[in-house]
């Protein structure tokens, strides 16, 4: 069940020259949690008074379960003009806005019974996927299944949490990251870099009709020319999940 609470910022930096990493707290001291991949809404107002709400992947590295976490973590880009971006971007440490959830299903299911998932991400939609790394190395060991995660960026300086990632491919047997570049390469290339779009590596892991489901998050040009590939491929519906990030004013 959804909640509604105001939430306090606690820390941020910036990610990329356009993305800000959020850390928030529960200002009514109220514990929360969500399943990884769920994501949270900000309640504000537009200048002439109308209500309106932005959606935001929960990032936490947390337990990877339901346990109640103390911080919220959240990556918002910034839109030219956006009402979110105005806000956001100017929130002081110790500054409150009102928030609710957790929502949504993007999540790895308990009834899965896969040999492997497919992550692909642009953007802050790899996200989720962060929050998702406990529950990745639980399900390695459970399981014994394979993860591949595909992420596309124009370039070195827009691959959010890609240290992050690496590190955890280095830690953790059946965990693969591949880092896409759109636009250019970084300036020191690295073994699993890819040059292209994340449907370039996508098509070179040969999507599986019987062993694979797949995640799609971020653009949602990526997501639709994606599910085609992956559609032409034959893979069931019900094995492409989707979730697409929409830039708002």
């Known amino acids: 069940m959804a909640d509604h609470f105001p939430l306090r910022l606690v820390s941020a930096r910036m990610i990329a020259p356009a993305v800000r990493h959020m850390v928030f707290e529960r200002a009514d001291e109220q514990p929360f949690a969500f399943v990884p991949g769920q994501f949270i809404q900000i309640h504000f107002h537009y200048a002439d008074g109308k209500a309106t709400k932005r959606s935001y992947s929960v990032g936490t590295v947390g337990p990877g379960d339901a346990t109640p976490i103390r911080h ?3 990556a918002v880009s910034y839109v030219d003009g956006g009402a979110a971006t105005e806000l956001l971007g100017g929130l002081g440490i110790g500054e409150s806005v009102e928030a609710s959830g957790p929502y949504g299903r993007f999540c790895l299911m308990d009834t899965d019974t896969n040999s ?3 992550l692909v991400a642009t953007g802050t939609g790899v996200t989720p996927y962060r929050a998702m790394l406990p529950l990745i ?3 390695t060991r459970s399981r014994g299944c394979r993860f591949e995660l595909i992420y596309g960026a124009r370039n070195e300086d827009e691959l959010l949490y890609g240290d992050e990632f690496e590190a955890f491919a280095a830690a953790t047997p059946g965990f693969a990251f591949h880092p896409c570049f759109s636009r250019s390469p970084r300036a ?3 073994p699993a870099d890819r040059a292209g779009r994340v449907q370039v590596a996508l098509e070179a892991l040969k999507p599986d009709v019987a062993g694979d489901i797949v995640y799609l998050c971020g653009n949602p040009d990526m997501v639709d020319q994606s599910f085609s590939l992956l559609k032409e491929a034959g893979l069931p519906v019900p094995h492409v999940r989707r979730e697409k990030y929409i ?3």
């Open 72 to 74: 919220i973590e959240i």
């Open 116 to 118: 492997r998932y497919l």
């Open 137 to 139: 190395t639980r399900l």
């Open 188 to 190: 020191v290339p690295r």
């Open 247 to 249: 830039s708002s004013r």
